[in-house]
């Protein structure tokens, strides 16, 4: 089981006087930590005009942390294809693998927030077919060959990128649903899956129904054995001594990160232990939790521990704790 760090950028300035530069910095800190403590990689998210998440662009970012780590894979969850010129993408990460020397994990997803969408100035309605076109330029782009292309949303006369990524034919790469059609797609077009546990599911059980059927598209559309893909998927994380001790820490924080969620205004932190999804307590209590998402085909855990303003030094406690104590017990 591979284990990431995954950071959405939450901010909350009108209650905590955090600027963009000290959040960038203490999430740079919590990167270089995961990676001395033997996490597999860290994820950062992508999202545009409200503190809904301070991180307009992830290469710029992943480009620091690549120059700060040597070993941990750096990854983007997820690039929102739609949104931006894909010529552009290509060439911003085909830079961030060359700066970290081939490990950067390529996380894609076609969006959901409307003022991103109007703030950009594309129509929402054609964010599937806009993310299908993108991604269809983004894989020849990356190819390093000269190419051209005449799409329903994006044309380029020949052209060849100066920069290419170290990874051939491209660099690791997922694309975001949990859900059981968009999986299905997914599936056809031979990608792997990755996503966050609550947004797309109630239970561990219908998590287990959509891994499922992912797999059994997967195989039928003849893209090999799935049970060797990586899939991974996120989960808000506190590990303390105690479950007492976890809940008083980042218990109000993930539910203030809750409020301030497309997906999760309508639940809390009792919602989501009932469900499975807010994985706190001591860490043996999280082995234990994440055991039963590994035997139902989790076998990448995105562990989301940088939520709701919780202060650094507890995710720091809850970060070193998680790396003693739970991924020694689960790799």
Do not use: C
């Amino acid at each position: 089981m591979k284990f990431s760090l995954f950071t959405v950028f939450d901010n909350y300035s009108e209650l905590v006087p955090r600027s963009a530069g000290q959040f960038f910095d203490e999430v740079l800190e919590q990167t270089m930590q995961a990676e001395q403590l033997g996490f597999d990689g860290v994820w950062y998210a992508e999202h545009h005009f409200s503190e809904y998440g301070v991180s307009p662009s992830p290469p710029v970012l992943l480009a620091a942390a690549a120059k700060m780590t040597d070993r941990i894979r750096l990854g983007v969850a997820v690039s929102v294809l739609p949104l931006r010129d894909p010529v552009q993408v290509a060439e911003d990460y085909a830079v961030v693998d060359v700066l970290s020397g081939g490990r950067l994990n390529m996380g894609l997803g076609s969006g959901y927030l409307t003022h991103e969408f109007h703030g950009f100035k594309v129509p929402m309605g054609d964010k599937a077919l806009r993310f299908n076109d993108a991604l269809d330029v983004l894989l020849k782009a990356w190819r390093g060959e000269t190419f051209s292309h005449e799409g329903p949303y994006f044309q380029y006369p020949e052209i060849r990128l100066n920069v290419v990524p170290v990874q051939r034919p491209h660099p690791e790469l997922w694309v975001a649903s949990l859900r059981q059609e968009g999986v299905k797609h997914i599936a056809r077009m031979g990608h792997r899956i990755m996503g966050i546990a609550y947004v797309n599911s109630n239970s561990r059980e219908e998590l287990a129904e959509v891994i499922r059927t992912y797999k059994e598209h997967f195989l039928s559309h003849g893209h090999g054995d799935p049970e060797q893909l990586e899939l991974p998927v996120a989960f808000h994380v506190h590990v303390a001594p105690s479950l007492a001790e976890a809940e008083a820490n980042a218990k109000e924080a993930i539910n203030l990160y809750l409020r301030t969620r497309k997906y999760g205004k309508n639940i809390q932190y009792e919602d989501l232990r009932a469900r499975e999804q807010a994985i706190f307590g001591s860490p043996d209590e999280v082995v234990e939790q994440i055991q039963r998402y590994r035997a139902i085909g989790v076998n990448h855990f995105m562990a989301l521990m940088n939520f709701g303003a919780l202060e650094h030094r507890k995710v720091m406690q809850s970060l070193e704790l998680f790396a003693k104590h739970v991924i020694p017990a689960l790799r």
